[in-house]
């Protein structure tokens, strides 16, 4: 199972906003929960959407011949150089096309190929991303859209929309000794959310 996260802003003042792209290199786990938002026992009752991504900084990368170095990321860019992005801009995401390809283009633009350097780059400002996107507090880019396109194998995919997403808390955590480090990024969905969770 692979695994592409799209995080870019929720309001609609243009398409020229920053945003992240988290791939299968990068995230170690994830996980979404729904519960009733006012802990009642009534089948009415509001519910709450929470997302839980579990995610590590890269350091000390080793290379073998059965697995790429950069094998996510390095997908994500040939998709883009392909041009592949707008045949599979279809269903949900369609509505989100032009920030897709927006999102896409600042990431991968110039790029001719993942290296230890650039990757080391791409991880490093991802991180930075979140932890500023932790810190937003009553702005126009503390809510998030959130698309998981989720590869599992055979040919067949599920996509995730998580919409009007924001941070709860955010950690990161570095091991001196074994020489790595990992983040944990938790969100919850504004209340008043329309969609809770589309898949597709």
């Known amino acids: 199972m692979k695994l592409k996260i799209s995080i870019f ?7 020229n906003q920053d945003g992240i792209i988290l791939t299968f290199d990068e995230i170690i786990s994830v996980k979404y929960k729904t519960r009733t938002a006012e802990y009642r026992n009534f089948a009415n009752t509001d519910s709450e959407v929470r997302v ?3 995610g590590r900084m890269l350091s000390v990368l080793k290379g073998s011949d059965d697995e790429p170095l950069f094998s996510g990321v390095s997908s994500a ?3 883009y150089k392909n041009n592949n992005f707008e045949s599979s ?6 509505e989100y096309a032009g920030k897709l390809k927006f999102l896409n283009e600042k990431v991968f633009q110039g790029i001719e190929k993942f290296d230890t350097d650039n990757f080391y780059e791409h991880n490093k400002k991802n991180i930075a991303d979140l932890t500023k996107w932790a ?5 126009s880019s503390e809510y998030k859209n959130i698309i998981m396109e ?18 709860e808390n955010f950690e990161q955590e570095f091991d001196i000794e074994k020489g790595n480090g990992e983040f944990l990024l938790e969100l919850k969905q504004k209340y008043y959310s329309g969609n ?4 597709e």
């Not at 810190?135 to 702005?139: F, T």
């Not at 599920?158 to 924001?166: G, V």
């Open 196 to 199: 809770k969770i589309r898949i």
């Open 52 to 54: 839980r991504i579990k």
């Open 150 to 167: 989720i590869n599992l194998g055979n040919e067949k995919t599920m996509d995730l929309l998580f919409e009007n997403m924001y941070v």
């Open 89 to 94: 801009t279809e269903g949900l995401k369609k």
């Open 135 to 139: 810190l937003d507090y009553k702005s």
């Open 9 to 15: 802003s929720s309001n609609t003042d243009g398409e």
């Open 77 to 79: 860019l040939e998709e």
